[in-house]
């Protein structure tokens, strides 16, 4: 009698196929765990990397900020030595300033005029004098205007005087006043200096 033994085909090719499965599983995961650690690596190489450079400018920057600081301590020191020497120049124009008023006067008074008067108050200003003719005071009026120390001047009236050995023209003038004038003023004055109007009453 023949015995034949028949092996379980089917069961072995199920077998095969499942340990082929599980080998190229076990291959992908393993693919997979490599590609995620060179990845990790990488990223972590790159994260390192960044946060030396970070360092590097965080320290960059601190030197920077003690400049900056030193700098900004030398600009305050700047200002505070410009605003005294301006306070020192204040004070030397109010000084010199009655002066110079008083020098521009004497040069724009005429020969043929005498003053009687000079009040300020406030800044503003108030000369009477005595002239000889009304050209005189005319001419008073232009010479002032060309001083930067007087501003809007203008005649404010003319009287006829009869007193004897005195001029016979009485005259009171206003104008303000100004002991520190500055330049642009200076030339918008001369520029836009007007031509004195006289009133004879």
Same mark, same amino acid.
């Given at each position: 009698? /023949?015995? *034949? ?20 599983? !076990? ?9 995620? !650690?060179?990845?990790? %690596?990488?990223?972590?190489?790159? *994260? ?6 970070? &360092?590097?400018?965080? #320290? ?5 900020? %003690? ?5 900004? @301590?030398?600009?305050?020191? /700047? &200002?505070?030595?410009?605003? &005294? ?5 204040? /004070?030397? &124009? ?13 040069? #724009? ?17 108030? *000369?009477?004098?005595? #002239?000889? @003719?009304?050209?005189? *005071?005319?001419?008073? =009026?232009?010479? =002032? ?16 005087? @009869?007193?004897?050995?005195? !001029?016979? +023209? ?11 004038? $500055?330049? #642009?003023?200076?030339?918008? @004055?001369?520029?836009? $200096?007007?031509?004195?109007?006289? +009133?004879?009453?």
């Amino acid at each position: 009698m /023949i015995r *034949i033994n028949l092996l379980p085909v089917k069961e072995l090719k199920a077998e095969v196929s499942r340990r082929r499965e599980l080998t190229l599983g !076990a291959l992908c995961l393993g693919l997979t765990l490599t590609t995620v !650690a060179g990845a990790y %690596v990488v990223q972590y190489s790159r *994260i390192s990397g960044l946060e030396s450079e970070l &360092k590097d400018l965080r #320290a960059e920057l601190a030197k920077l900020n %003690v400049k900056a600081k030193g700098v900004a @301590d030398l600009e305050a020191r /700047i &200002k505070e030595v410009k605003s &005294k020497h301006q306070v020192i120049e204040d /004070i030397d &124009k109010k000084k010199s300033g009655p002066v110079r008023v008083m020098q521009s006067l004497s040069a #724009a008074t005429p020969g043929a005029l005498w003053l009687t008067q000079f009040k300020e108050t406030g800044g503003n200003l108030t *000369i009477t004098g005595v #002239a000889t @003719d009304n050209q005189t *005071i005319a001419e008073f =009026l232009k010479a =002032l205007g060309t001083h930067t120390y007087f501003k809007n001047t203008e005649l404010v009236e003319t009287t006829q005087t @009869d007193q004897p050995g005195v !001029a016979p +023209k009485r005259f009171s003038i206003k104008s303000r006043l100004q002991y520190q004038p $500055a330049l #642009a003023q200076a030339d918008a @004055d001369k520029t836009h $200096a007007k031509a004195p109007v006289v +009133k004879d009453n």
